[in-house]
């Protein structure tokens, strides 16, 4: 088919690509994340807007919801998802995780910067005086346990489902999912026991910071997965065609890499 053919089919609409119809979520969704996080705001400042806090998230959470639904039908239902759509959305996805990783590597810049030059105000030492870091051979190793083991989990199930095998496919998604949660559980205890706080110097703001946006992640893509094995189970993914499955993979992945380096670094080499 040469390029004049090419371009008249595109014109008359017979193309591999998904125009997607006008839709209300992406200035809804803003406006519910501004607000939520406008409303969590001012409860930790004055602690009196507990209601308005949890309504915002819950209405955030429900356009998040309705938004992924009308996708969900796109693809499966409607049957949208050409190979051409698939590869632009995975190039999308792509850059989403780049985007996730120089937004972590501030973090560790900071963190290095700081350490490799503590100044007069940390007493010239790191970590500095009067803070007491954590043993990286306690819970932060039972967490690299936990998340390394999940990343085992996913990629068995990733396999199962290039064989077809959707029984073995969500027997993987659910051995992650219990081990995400049990690493949310377990860092929850870590934070409640530690001996400093966020406000103790840079050492506890870079320190918070860097694990509790991890920890928002982790947070994040168990709700990912959740939702891949619900697919799973409801028979939405096959061999060839489970892009869905493959994003909430390749998510987790990038929570486990995070993770080491924050082990090696703020947990044994920084301590």
Same mark, same amino acid.
């Given at each position: ?6 371009? &008249?089919?595109? &014109? *008359? ?20 994340? +501004? ?9 930790? *400042? ?58 972590? +590597? ?91 706080? +966020? ?29 891949? *094995? ?42």
């Amino acid at each position: 088919m040469n390029k004049k053919v090419s371009a &008249k089919f595109i &014109k *008359l609409g017979f193309h591999s690509f998904h125009i997607v119809d006008q839709s209300p979520w992406p200035i809804i969704l803003s406006v519910g994340v +501004m607000t939520s996080i406008s409303n969590t705001f001012i409860l930790y *400042l004055s602690d009196c807007n507990f209601m308005g806090a949890v309504t915002s998230w819950i209405a955030t959470c429900t356009c998040a919801a309705l938004w992924w639904r009308d996708v969900i039908r796109e693809s499966f239902f409607q049957g949208f998802h050409s190979h051409s759509v698939m590869a632009g959305l995975s190039m999308g996805f792509i850059l989403f995780i780049a985007s996730e990783v120089m937004f972590f +590597m501030s973090f560790f810049w900071s963190f290095f910067y700081v350490s490799l030059n503590p100044d007069i105000e940390c007493g010239s030492v790191w970590p500095p005086a009067g803070v007491q870091s954590l043993s990286a051979f306690n819970v932060p190793l039972l967490n690299s346990i936990l998340l390394i083991s999940s990343g085992v989990s996913i990629t068995w199930a990733h396999h199962a489902l290039v064989m077809s095998n959707m029984k073995e496919t969500a027997v993987g998604l659910g051995i992650t999912l219990m081990l995400g949660l049990t690493f949310s559980v377990v860092q929850s205890f870590e934070y409640l026991h530690t001996s400093f706080s +966020m406000a103790d110097s840079v050492y506890g703001s870079v320190f918070f910071l860097t694990t509790g946006f991890h920890g928002i992640h982790v947070l994040v893509g168990s709700m990912f997965i959740t939702v891949s *094995l619900c697919r799973t189970i409801l028979g939405q993914f096959s061999c060839n065609h489970h892009v869905g499955f493959e994003f909430s993979a390749w998510y987790w992945h990038f929570v486990d890499v995070v993770w080491l380096f924050l082990f090696i670094s703020m947990y044994w080499w920084g301590s």
